[in-house]
T-cell receptor, first 113, second 111 residues
Framework: KAGVTQTPRYLIKTRGQQVTLSCSPISGHRSVSWYQQTPGQGLQFLFEYFSETQRNKGNFPGRFSGRQFSNSRSEMNVSTLELGDSALYLC????????????FGQGTRLTVV | KNEVEQSPQNLTAQEGEFITINCSYSVGISALHWLQQHPGGGIVSLFMLSSGKKKHGRLIATINIQEKHSSLHITASHPRDSAVYICAGLNYGGSQGNLIFGKGTKLSVKP
């Protein structure tokens, strides 16, 4: 069974640009959660999607958005990038949500210059 | 004060030692995850538990919901156990909660 796949693995963007990150969950998993990890703040919850609906959202500005497709693949988008958006972005898939075991991807390391 | 606190922040052990990492939380949670993160970023879920104790190989996780405390134990530690260990609480019941993370414990096991 293939694991959680995140693309791209590394990304360098310039301030003001926008970026789209992709996450393909484990086959059959309907929940995809996104997290941001920075040295200062650690891991923080961004949002969770289940069956194409955003069920929960963390405390991040509206520049951070996401969506989920009918095949459960998810994308997150960050617009008007700031230097502070440099981070490791992780997604996790689970069958039904965070009350079941989560499987994490390798992450996308975003650097904003 | 963080809602999920881990201790210690850093831990160095000799191969073969018994290791304990602690996690305390101040919010109500319905379940707790223990995660392992190796250099390079990939995260592996070790345990998810809501009561009692779970064991997998040399790893044991316990949780006391009333005392709002969980521990991760590693028996007969090995250099390959060197990683950052993160606990995360599911902040309310059902499938729609979100995870609140501790800052992590960086473990280094010396041969």
């Amino acid at each position: 069974k293939a694991g959680v796949t995140q693309t791209p693995r590394y990304l360098i963007k310039t301030r003001g640009q926008q970026v789209t990150l992709s996450c393909s969950p484990i086959s059959g998993h309907r929940s995809v959660s996104w997290y941001q990890q920075t040295p200062g703040q650690g891991l923080q919850f961004l949002f969770e999607y289940f069956s194409e609906t955003q069920r929960n959202k963390g405390n991040f500005p509206g520049r951070f958005s996401g969506r989920q497709f009918s095949n459960s693949r998810s994308e997150m988008n960050v617009s008007t990038l700031e230097l502070g958006d440099s981070a490791l972005y992780l997604c996790a898939s689970s069958p039904f949500g965070p009350n079941t075991e989560a499987f994490f991807g390798q992450g996308t390391r975003l650097t904003v210059v | 004060k963080n809602e999920v606190e881990q201790s210690p922040q850093n831990l160095t052990a000799q191969e073969g030692e018994f290791i304990t990492i602690n996690c305390s939380y101040s919010v109500g949670i319905s379940a707790l995850h223990w995660l392992q993160q190796h250099p390079g970023g990939g995260i592996v879920s070790l345990f998810m538990l809501s009561s009692g104790k779970k064991k997998h190989g040399r790893l044991i996780a316990t949780i006391n919901i009333q005392e709002k405390h969980s521990s991760l134990h590693i028996t007969a530690s090995h250099p390959r156990d060197s990683a950052v260990y993160i606990c995360a609480g599911l902040n309310y019941g059902g499938s729609q909660g979100n995870l609140i993370f501790g800052k992590g414990t960086k473990l280094s096991v010396k041969p």
